[in-house]
């Protein structure tokens, strides 16, 4: 992921898998943890930390016209007021994930749920048009990163940190199958995602297609591609970093522009997600003010 090596590598999977990148935290694991106890006791701190259990909550949190970032209800529990709140959720466009019992005591450790958590945002969610309005504001062309796919909330919180640090105008990610904006990912962020404009996407090949449209050039940061330091950035530029697991979708990168890589001399095959974002925003920043 991110790193072009000359070897013979595992299959994709494997070379992305969490084991491969130094064991990445998944979530919602209760009593099969290699974790010790005081690391147990962490890992679920960090999930209480913006989860709100239980289907009075749920409901006044929808009320209260909040930003949330996904609701999570127990599998094969649709019925009663859990019906309602369902509803409500996807006529928001909040999405609704089917989970086990033992996943949603993880979540809200272990407080009474009822069947329902939600995962509140830490800050409410903007839109592409006001990323590129920073842009245009700081008289910049703009640079976004976006997080295909990126579900570790520590990960998210240091490519935002990275993002904001060298001065990128916003950070996209995906409504599905990603981190958002949460407590832990503030916490993460060391408060840069309180300077950082976040928007949520349904679809990242439709916002690739959004941002080309703009006039931005689509960098994928992969394998096998160009040595990143041989590529110009210095250009209205987005560039894509993938999953911990899986790294960058193929419908992802097949609409990409250009593929990046960050060559590789040890005997690892890749680096950390957010690791990658750093050097690939700093290459942006280093040949954006060399010419200044």
Request: glycine share 8%; aromatic share 4%.
């Amino acid at each position: 992921m991110y790193a072009k090596k000359d070897n013979n590598k595992k299959r994709r999977g494997d070379a992305h898998s969490p084991r491969a990148n130094g064991g990445y935290s998944r979530g919602g694991q209760k009593k099969t943890s290699p974790r010790g106890p005081r690391e147990e006791k962490e890992k679920n701190e960090e999930f209480q930390n913006g989860a709100v259990p239980g289907r009075n909550a749920v409901r006044e949190l929808l009320k209260s016209g909040k930003a949330i970032d996904k609701i999570f209800v127990r599998r094969g529990d649709r019925e009663g007021s859990i019906t309602v709140l369902v509803a409500e959720a996807i006529s928001r466009k909040i999405p609704v994930i089917e989970a086990e019992k033992e996943k949603l005591d993880a979540l809200c450790g272990y407080e009474q749920h009822q069947g329902i958590v939600a995962l509140a945002s830490e800050k409410e969610y903007c839109d592409i048009d006001d990323i590129l309005a920073i842009a245009e504001e700081r008289g910049e062309k703009p640079l976004i990163i976006i997080a295909d796919g990126v579900s570790d909330p520590h990960n998210l919180g240091a490519i935002i940190r990275c993002a904001e640090g060298a001065g990128a105008h916003g950070v996209i990610i995906p409504k599905r199958r990603a981190a958002g904006a949460t407590p832990a990912v503030a916490k993460a962020s060391a408060g840069a995602l309180e300077h950082m404009a976040v928007a949520k996407c349904a679809n990242i090949s439709d916002t690739i297609r959004k941002l080309k449209d703009r006039g931005l050039w689509i960098f994928a940061a992969e394998a096998d591609g160009t040595d990143y330091t041989k590529t110009d950035l210095d250009i209205p530029a987005a560039i894509i970093v993938g999953s911990e697991e899986y790294g960058i979708s193929e419908i992802v990168k097949k609409n990409s522009d250009f593929i990046v890589s960050i060559p590789m001399l040890g005997k690892v095959n890749s680096l950390n997600v957010s690791t990658a974002a750093a050097v690939l925003l700093y290459e942006a920043v280093r040949q954006r003010t060399s010419k200044i």
